[in-house]
């Protein structure tokens, strides 16, 4: 990555290089876009849905999304299934052999937020995004394939919009609420009237 | 999916240590740490494996990395709310699970369960087989590099599944047997849909059973690899197709007959040898044998209510304690149910097969190959819910 | 087998374990003291319950219970084996040596209730990590991890 880096740092800088710089990143995010190749992390029973994602029904290799078990091959790491704290250093360092650029998934309820495992237990971390960045959730006990499918294409979006310069990344729409945000349903924050 | 990489995610056993403490010794002992995940220990499971050259010397899974503690949880939630977390446990065969904690509590609170409840639940739990099997035996082609019989098992389990989807709504976590009887009836055109599956799942399994199973070299590699005596089988309280395999006759289906299954005629596949290849084979015809099961179940299906009536909302069974079991895909699926009179469980626990079938894979291991390890491990068909809780 | 001719049976064979023999919701249940347990289900072993179904406990307060499951595939029969021990000494003999299969079930009653079982091969935590403190399953764990679920009934 350091060679694209100071590429982008250079061209950013030189008068025109602008023109270059887009094409370049157009090119980058396509080829990137288009490959995703999953990283996996399957635990607990999304992992089934993960693995009949892949199967001739849904069919994710159409999309270019390959899953390869070798975190050393893979770009989108796929969080699909509860997080233990035995099983938490496993995820950190798996994560941690992942190359750059490289992006997460938080696949079922467990991985968003612990889910159905949030109360009473003492043995769950509560959500992937504890200790890793998670890119697109997916809610769902498990979710479908379908939905898998859905996050695949907006984790699409959001790596087209990515640039070798990190100043020109384009802004992404969240659909998550930001901090402040009135929250769909929020009574309180949206004046008295829920919507 | 080669069966040397291992992603060796703890610092302290992924090094290669010298054992011989003898000046004569030579062996030089490699330990290699496979998991907690790897793509053929179908789950999250860390096994250490020592070896000697190629050869396992000594194996140990270290299991416990999807412990959820649901049995915890269980103790604060009413009788019906467990039925979720049930779900949970075997992710590949729910309605197991919620069938065996409805048949404990039911026997805790004296439920009666109308006929037609019983009909449905059995067939509901020998679709749920096939299911699983399909899983098992779809994972067993992919361990020995014969990754098409994958996608022909699968097929099969999207219909499953689909039938399932029609039931209720669900994919994979159903929620659909609970005390007193199922959720929901059948819906308006399922029977029809189950007979066509059915119908063609025996042709299917064949085809199967010719493409993996009579391939020379599945064959080459499953047939002798994990054998497991009789003797052992029985001593290390394994169940279900793995001890079948081994010639263990024993099916709680026949043997402590439960709900319906005295009307049904159908008959119990055995191995011979104990191997890989006979746990294998004994799910394939057992898909069968379920297939015939089913169409029995549906012929005598008679209308009627699919709930206990009368049932109050919180049930609240008296002090005691009740256990019950069932057959799962896996074996012996128990549930043990503690109550104190309070509307709340006291103490549940779940006894699971994938569990005890787990403890005897260093007994199995021993003296074969590191790649001949993930056959054995696929053939015992641990399910990492179940055997963590 | 039904229950009663198992009673009988059992009776005939070992009548000193014939008064702890009750049925409960349908199963023979056969209460000893923790000091007997062993040599019941060594017994119980030689009347033909070959089969270790599980071993478990439940946290009764000042006792703990400990509940073995067996069963017999000759008799096609059930039966539970019960032995209460003390919260202070939470120690029971091992009953690893007549059925393999207790080892990992008792490794797991070790490690979510800390009981200590006298004569098991290798006793150590299995489903949590070892460093862990504390024995989950008992009524009086405390974790600062645990959020209780808020009370709806």
Not at chain 1, 105 to 130: H, K, L, P, W
Not at chain 2, 238 to 246: E, K, L, M, N, V
Not at chain 2, 299 to 322: H, I, N, Y
């Amino acid at each position: 990555m350091a060679f694209v880096d100071d590429l982008g740092a250079a061209l950013d800088k030189t008068p025109g290089g602008g023109i270059i710089l887009t094409s370049l990143d157009a090119l980058i995010d396509w080829s990137r876009g288009k490959s995703l190749w999953m990283m996996p992390m399957g635990t607990a029973c999304c992992a089934m849905e993960l693995i009949a994602a892949s199967f001739a029904r849904f069919d994710f290799d159409r999309h270019g999304s390959i899953p390869r078990p070798d975190p050393r091959h893979t770009d989108v790491m796929v969080v699909a299934g509860t997080i233990t704290r035995k099983m938490e250093p496993a995820v950190k360092r798996l994560w941690e052999q992942m190359p750059e650029p490289k992006w997460c998934i938080a696949m079922g309820n467990c991985a968003v937020s612990g889910g159905i495992f949030y109360y009473d237990t003492y043995s769950v971390v509560r959500g992937v995004d504890e200790f890793l960045p998670v890119d697109v959730y997916i809610s769902g006990c498990p979710p479908r394939p379908e939905a898998l499918q859905d996050a695949i294409l907006r984790l699409r979006e959001k790596v087209s919009a990515e640039s070798i310069v990190p100043s020109r990344a384009k802004p992404v729409k969240s659909i998550l609420p930001q901090p402040g945000d009135p929250r769909k349903g929020d009574i309180a924050a949206e004046g008295g009237e829920p919507s | 999916m080669t069966q040397t990489s291992t992603s060796d995610v703890t610092p302290d056993t992924a090094e290669t240590q010298p054992t011989g403490t003898e000046p004569t010794e030579t062996v030089m002992e490699t330990v290699v740490n496979i998991g907690p995940s790897h793509p053929s220990t179908h789950g999250v499971c860390r096994v250490v494996v020592h070896l000697d050259g190629e050869v396992i010397t000594h194996c140990e899974p270290i299991i416990g990395h999807l412990h959820r503690g649901i049995e915890k949880m269980a103790e604060n939630r009413t009788y019906l709310q467990v039925v979720p977390l049930t779900d949970r446990l075997d992710y590949v065969g729910s309605m197991y699970a919620n069938w065996a904690y409805c048949r404990a509590v039911e026997r805790l609170a004296g439920i009666r369960v109308p006929e037609r409840a019983e009909y449905i639940r059995v067939i509901v739990c020998e679709l749920q087989r096939i299911a699983s099997h399909m899983m098992g035996i779809g994972s067993t082609g992919a361990d020995t590099g014969a990754f098409t019989a994958f996608m022909y098992t699968f097929a099969q389990r999207e219909k499953v599944v689909e039938l399932f989807e029609l039931l209720c709504g669900a994919r994979l976590t159903y929620n659909y047997v609970r005390p007193g009887g199922v959720s929901r009836d059948l819906p308006d055109g399922w029977v029809e849909q189950c007979r066509a599956f059915t119908a063609q799942h025996p042709s299917a399994m064949l085809e199967i059973d010719d493409l993996l199973l009579g391939n020379v070299i599945a064959r080459a590699r499953l047939k002798g690899v994990g054998v497991l005596t009789q003797v052992d089988a029985v001593a290390w309280g394994t169940s279900g197709p793995i001890a079948r395999g081994s010639g263990v006759d024993w099916d709680l289906r026949r043997d402590d007959p439960y709900s319906v299954y005295p009307r049904f005629d159908f008959s119990v596949p055995l191995g011979d040898n104990g191997d890989s290849y006979d746990r294998a084979r004994v799910r394939v015809w057992e898909c069968v044998e379920s297939c015939r099961i089913i169409n029995q179940a549906l012929d005598q299906l008679e209308p009627g209510s699919v709930q206990a009536e009368g049932l109050p909302r919180l049930l609240a069974p008296r002090p005691g304690d009740a256990y019950d079991h069932i057959e799962s895909a896996r074996g012996s699926l128990g549930v043990y149910l503690v109550s104190d009179g309070s509307p709340r469980l006291y103490r549940m626990k779940v006894r699971s097969p994938a569990f005890c079938n787990l403890a005897v894979l260093p007994l199995l291991a021993k003296g074969h190959t590191l790649s001949d390890l993930v056959v054995i491990l696929g053939s015992l068909d641990p399910v990492f819910g179940e055997v963590d809780r | 087998m039904k229950i009663e001719d198992l009673r009988e049976h059992l009776c005939g064979i070992y009548p000193d374990l014939c008064p702890l023999f009750s049925i409960e919701f349908g199963d023979g249940v056969l209460c000893v003291s923790h000091e007997r347990l062993h040599q019941a289900a060594s017994d119980l072993k030689d009347l033909g319950f070959d089969r270790l179904g599980m071993v478990t406990a439940v946290d009764y307060g000042e006792e703990f219970e400990l509940v073995y499951r067996l069963q017999s595939r000759a008799m096609h029969a059930g039966i539970f084996l019960k032995a209460r021990i003390k919260r202070e000494t939470p120690v029971i003999a091992s009953v690893c040596d007549l059925w393999p299969a207790a080892n990992w079930q008792e490794r797991e009653v070790f490690d979510l209730f800390g009981i200590t079982f006298d004569g098991h091969p290798d006793l150590r935590r299995i489903l949590l990590t070892d460093d862990w403190v504390g024995y989950p399953l008992r009524k009086d764990y405390e974790d600062d991890r645990i959020i209780r679920r808020p009370d709806y009934i």
